[in-house]
């Protein structure tokens, strides 16, 4: 059992669609997250929800919206989809009240815009 | 604000050779430290952490970690690396406590290659 998965695990499309990644995670985990790496592999955090909660909104544009239907699933939905946007989109999940600070991720998701 | 620097872009190694990657944080208290690595295609695993203790930490894959709090660094090694060892590693930095996952700032990685 994968213990966070993502799909899909690569997305190819034009500029101006519309997409989204869905995430799914069998840990029991109250916290999970979404990161974006770009080309240099630079990992940086979007966002973060805590039993479905948004807690972290990093400067993001809005055309980026998260949804958290329960404390298991994160989904990342992207409108008008830019040149920039391409990247790796990685779900994490945590512990809340864990002190360990371990991240637990998923594949990622490639996402090219043409 | 916390920072991590990992100075080597990309290291090269023999199969066999012993490895050091080197990592340097800024951080307004007792950080809490770590090593992740990114097997091609894969998302990130944690390979070991830090926080207080003994600063000679023991991680999967038989990889170690030295905390020197003189010098702000965590560094990574191994004795003697594996084919398989190929990868991207990303040293982390946060706070110990509740919720510190939400609070980690990763650096920018090294690229870890494996001569045959």
């Known amino acids: 059992d994968t213990a966070v998965s993502q799909t899909p695990k690569y997305l190819v499309t034009q500029m101006g669609n519309d997409k989204s990644i869905k995430c799914e995670q069998n840990l029991g985990h109250d916290t999970m997250y979404w990161y974006k790496q770009d080309s240099k592999k630079f990992l940086k955090i979007m966002f973060s929800?805590?039993?479905?909660?948004?807690?972290i909104n990093e400067t993001v544009p809005n055309r980026f919206s998260p949804k958290s239907p329960d404390k298991a699933h994160l989904n990342l939905h992207i409108n008008s989809l830019e040149l920039g946007d391409s990247a790796v989109y990685f779900c994490?999940?945590?512990?809340?009240?864990?002190?360990?600070?371990?991240?637990?991720f998923g594949e990622g998701s490639r996402l090219t815009v043409l | 604000a916390q920072s991590v620097t990992q100075p080597d872009i990309h290291i090269t190694v023999s199969e066999g050779a012993s490895l050091e990657l080197r990592c340097n944080y800024s951080?307004?208290?007792?950080?809490?430290l770590f090593w992740y690595v990114q097997s091609p295609g894969q998302g990130l695993q944690l390979l070991l952490k830090y926080f207080s203790g003994d600063t000679l930490v023991q991680g999967i894959k038989g990889f170690e970690a030295e905390f020197k709090r003189s010098q702000s660094s965590f560094n990574l090694r191994k004795p003697s690396v594996h084919w398989s060892d190929a990868a991207e590693y990303f040293c982390a930095v946060g706070p110990f406590g509740s919720g510190s996952a939400r609070q980690l700032t990763f650096g920018s990685g090294t690229q870890l290659t494996v001569l045959p």
């Open positions: 994490a999940s945590s512990h809340s009240t864990a002190n360990t600070g371990e991240l637990f």
């Open positions: 951080y307004g208290a007792t950080p809490y």
């Open positions: 929800y805590n039993n479905k909660e948004l807690i």
